[in-house]
């Protein structure tokens, strides 16, 4: 259990887990729990960069970010690997580095189910295997869906989430001028 010394700081973080975020950005869609993160946000818009190194004058739209970058200055390595003498930056930097270590793959297809240590390589996965994220609307795919036997019939994905498209032939025949079968009788689609 979290606990804190003072009032305000629980209201605060009390909006984590209600969901509400009471500042918007004027210039997004954007909302925020805290608004400190909404002024730090206000910067990507208006490209204030207040925090500069002392040593080369690159500037940083928040203080975390120089604070990593004046260690590639110092040389300073915090974050050590727990199964080897590797040493980083920052904290994802090892956290992504030990996965080589461990195995483990949180970042899984939605499409496939392959899984992946990092993310870019499931977002080329997704685009070079799915066609997700490709502009154009739908791509021909073929996926293992939920049959009794995993059965690899082509089916239509959308290139924007991914999802395939069970009921929208007429949609996709719109878009693209071509009919297609979205499933065969050995598929419970």
Same mark, same amino acid.
């Given at each position: 259990?979290?606990?804190?010394?003072?009032?305000?700081?629980?209201?605060?973080?009390?909006?984590?887990?209600?969901?509400?975020?009471?500042?918007?950005?004027?210039?997004?869609?954007?909302?925020?729990?805290?608004?400190?993160?909404?002024?730090?946000?206000?910067?990507?818009?208006?490209?204030?960069?207040?925090?500069?190194?002392? !040593?080369?004058?690159?500037?940083?739209?928040?203080?975390?970010?120089?604070? =990593?970058?004046?260690?590639? *200055? /110092?040389? $300073?390595?915090?974050?050590?690997?727990?199964?080897?003498?590797?040493?980083?930056?920052?904290?994802?930097?090892?956290?992504?580095?030990?996965?080589?270590?461990?195995?483990?793959?949180?970042?899984?297809?939605?499409?496939?189910?392959?899984?992946?240590?990092?993310?870019?390589?499931?977002?080329?996965?997704? !685009?070079?295997?799915?066609?997700?994220?490709?502009?154009?609307?739908?791509? =021909?795919?073929?996926?293992? *869906? /939920?049959? $009794?036997?995993?059965?690899?019939?082509?089916?239509?994905?959308?290139?924007?989430?991914?999802?395939?498209?069970?009921?929208?032939?007429?949609?996709?025949?719109?878009?693209?001028?071509?009919?297609?079968?979205?499933?065969?009788?050995?598929?419970?689609?």
């Amino acid at each position: 259990m979290k606990t804190f010394t003072q009032q305000p700081n629980l209201w605060k973080h009390m909006k984590t887990h209600t969901g509400e975020k009471p500042y918007h950005c004027s210039m997004c869609d954007k909302a925020f729990t805290q608004r400190a993160n909404l002024l730090k946000h206000i910067r990507v818009h208006t490209g204030e960069r207040p925090y500069s190194c002392k !040593l080369c004058g690159k500037r940083f739209t928040q203080q975390a970010n120089l604070v =990593k970058h004046n260690r590639l *200055h /110092s040389g $300073e390595r915090p974050y050590h690997c727990r199964y080897c003498t590797k040493t980083f930056i920052q904290q994802s930097n090892l956290d992504r580095h030990e996965r080589v270590h461990t195995g483990v793959k949180p970042y899984s297809c939605k499409i496939c189910w392959k899984a992946f240590a990092q993310t870019g390589n499931l977002t080329k996965h997704e !685009l070079s295997a799915h066609g997700i994220g490709k502009p154009g609307g739908f791509k =021909k795919g073929t996926s293992t *869906h /939920s049959c $009794e036997e995993k059965c690899s019939i082509p089916v239509l994905l959308c290139s924007k989430t991914g999802r395939i498209l069970k009921k929208l032939p007429t949609k996709y025949q719109q878009h693209t001028g071509e009919s297609v079968e979205i499933h065969g009788e050995a598929c419970n689609l």
